[in-house]
Nanobody, 122 residues
């Protein structure tokens, strides 16, 4: 069994910063990729940032380039999303999605966290 848990959301003023954490636990052999999505009411989840093992660069949506940074700590099965210069439009529930191999040679399966609310407001 694998669990993915996000934390670090909260209320922040425009221009402020937050650091989201995503920690995977349970039966984990390796983590292939970590994706951060966000969702606002009535809208689909949108991919914000992603980190893939072996990739030379990380992915960022144009709306967050230069403001958000994704990073990973493989020893802790963790990933982070550093969000700077936050704007009202960044308000959303942020979800972590990890592709995890639970057994050597097995498939990478998708696991989602429960989400963490980020609210940017003065």
């Amino acid at each position: 069994q694998v669990q993915v848990v996000e934390s670090g959301g909260g209320l922040v003023q425009p221009g402020g910063s937050l650091r989201l954490s995503c920690v995977a636990s349970g039966r984990i052999f390796s983590i292939y990729s970590i994706h951060w999505y966000r969702q606002t009411p009535g809208n689909q989840r949108e991919l914000v940032a992603a980190s893939t093992t072996g990739a030379s660069t990380n992915f960022y949506d144009d709306s967050v380039k230069g403001r958000f940074t994704i990073s990973r700590d493989n020893a802790k099965n963790a990933a982070y999303l550093q969000m700077n210069s936050l704007e009202h439009g960044d308000t959303a529930i942020y979800y972590c999605n990890a592709f995890i191999m639970t057994d050597p040679g097995g498939p990478n399966r998708s696991y989602w966290g429960q989400g963490t609310q980020v609210t940017v407001s003065s």
